[in-house]
């Protein structure tokens, strides 16, 4: 029983930062690409970014240079390094895990981030 369960969100100010955590209970963590995807109220769910157990990052255009995304092997556990955050990044954050060789995906429940002032 696969399970990815996020932490880290929360309210923040414009400008400021948060550091999302995804600790995933999969057998062969390496095995799968993780990422991070986002849906704003009253829109599609978006890639956020995606990272290989190789290291190999993919980043939404939009969000190059703001996000950070990371994994440690060890912990099955991704992370997301968001800075300079602004009212648009509202959204619950899904940490998303994709078997490479099955395309097998699982979800976790989400974490709320609102940025507001």
């Known amino acids: 029983q696969v399970q990815l369960v996020e932490s880290g969100g929360g309210l923040v100010q414009p400008g400021g930062s948060l550091r999302l955590s995804c600790a995933a209970s999969?057998?062969?963590?390496?095995?799968?690409?993780m990422g991070w995807h986002r849906q704003a109220p009253g829109k599609q769910r978006e890639l956020v970014a995606t990272?290989?157990?190789?290291?190999?990052?993919n980043y939404a255009d939009s969000l190059k240079g703001r996000f950070t995304i990371s994994r440690d092997n060890a912990k099955k556990t991704i992370y997301l390094q968001m800075n300079s955050l602004k009212p648009e990044d509202t959204a619950v954050y899904y940490c998303?895990?994709?078997?490479?060789?099955?395309?097998?995906?699982?979800w976790g429940q989400g974490t709320q981030v609102t940025v507001s002032s």
């Open positions: 998303n895990a994709r078997h490479i060789f099955t395309g097998n995906n699982y």
């Open positions: 999969l057998s062969i963590f390496g095995t799968y690409t």
């Open positions: 990272i290989t157990s190789g290291g190999s990052v």
